[in-house]
């Protein structure tokens, strides 16, 4: 496995989270600075709770380039999302892109850290979320997991296909793109037709 | 001290605070996924939170067993909790056996980690309360924190009487079932009876 | 780079963000430990993210003095709150000298560990900020963040001022002063005189 597409796609997934963070102050219209700010945990949230979970050195912090992009992407959304037709709707797919490929890169970090299978998928269930959870927290919008379509679900079908894969000695790239894709059309398939799974509910005349 | 108890009751305490979190899930009306979700951040969370304030490797990342019993829990309360009158106290009841069980475990990690007592209380506390607060924030509920009732006050005793037990030459199983018996009952009386602490008030007349 | 002058600043940062948590909980009507833990949160919360980040021993573990130093500050302002005008004024105006020495003091640290500036930037903000954040989201305010007036743009011009002139050769005693002073000149023009950036707005016409 190596380690320089992996950086590469850990930057694909900071650019589209941060864009996802700077919509966020767009809609909560921040300043520049709060655009940058929060564009930028955002960007390196899900990836930074990975790495202080393996034990790894935080990746943004001996490099400037994850956070540099952050601030680029930050520039460009505040100049042209008033070009959007829905900001919010944006927000949504760019998240899908980017909980697509930081399922996978979670994953493929934790097995590489010796990680057990089941904490390989939870780690990338967590990469892919969590940036959108600080996101939702500090904006102060409803948390995405508690939207009612399918939205951890993808995360799940990435990882799990991702890890399973691998576990059954599929090659690297081919597993990634199979788990990437899969959480992708799985997020794209309740986005577009608001696919949701049974959910629970108390029977009647129960307190809920 | 004898590091495999130590993970048993590690075992107890993410089971019975990953039910929390599938309760907090059932009152969400969340899908199976998402219950099994927010039952492994409820579960893992406040030991994830004090193995990396100590510094040690993240103890469900390594071995499969917290993130499957999580599942586990997680299902069996998908299919059971109509069963039960009123959830919410369920949930409150779990959480108080939860916060038990971790005040004194997140006190004694510490201990092992040659933190000063202090520090161990404080990590006691954290270890205890922080799955919860990571449950509420999740799913939106107001912060168990901010409750009238005892709450914090019961983690102070179980790991200040567990801490100061330690100090005093008392051997770890006696200090430990005393901390957790005097966690449970403060805030089981806090459940029952109510019980609260006098609180801040300001002056009459005074803004807040 | 002398690190016992930076222990103090640690705990004069550790002492005015704990304060800013006890009003927090006496604008909650706390207990008296509930106080006392949200002041510690508070107090030691920047910090702790920013050492968690750099992979450095967390500052309150091995040391009692700053939970200590917590306590203390919860207990007197516990006992004098009720003597000051507005409580949320004088939250805001302890915050602002809080972050003005933690924009430093977490950018100090980056540095030392061998950040990039751009890193060691974003971390003075996050160690300034964060404590913050925990506070707020503990006790369900809403995010300081979030606030129209300048804030994160204090922190930035702190740390990016001290991040600056320590690379341009300036020593570090007269590049923190400098740093601090610049951060909270500027988070008191936006308290004082309700200091904002322009904002994100979107066109007329366009849904937000």
Chains 1, 2, 3 share one sequence.
Do not use: N
Request: glycine share 12%.
């Amino acid at each position: 496995m190596d380690a320089t597409p992996l950086a590469v796609l850990d930057l694909v997934g900071v650019a589209v989270f941060a864009a996802t963070g700077a919509l966020a102050a767009s809609r909560r219209q921040l300043d520049p600075v709060g655009f940058a700010f929060l564009a930028a945990l955002t960007g390196v949230g899900g990836g930074t709770v990975r790495d202080l979970l393996l034990g790894r050195t935080v990746f943004w912090i001996a490099q400037p380039t994850p956070v540099a992009l952050c601030i680029a992407v930050a520039a460009a959304v505040f100049f042209t999302a008033h070009l959007v037709e829905s900001r919010y709707r944006l927000l949504l797919w760019a998240d899908a892109v980017g909980i697509a490929g930081y399922c996978v890169l979670g994953a493929a970090r934790a097995l590489e850290a010796a990680a057990s299978p089941l904490a390989a998928i939870l780690l990338g269930m967590v990469t892919a979320t969590f940036g959108g959870i600080l996101r939702d927290v500090l904006a102060g919008e409803p948390s995405v997991l508690m939207r009612k379509e399918i939205y951890v679900t993808a995360t799940l079908a990435g990882a799990g296909l991702f890890v399973g894969l691998v576990e059954f000695g599929v090659p690297f790239w081919p597993a990634a793109l199979a788990g990437a894709a899969a959480c992708f059309l799985v997020r794209a398939g309740a986005l577009h037709f608001g696919w949701t799974l049974p959910t629970y509910r108390s029977r009647p005349g129960r307190p809920v």
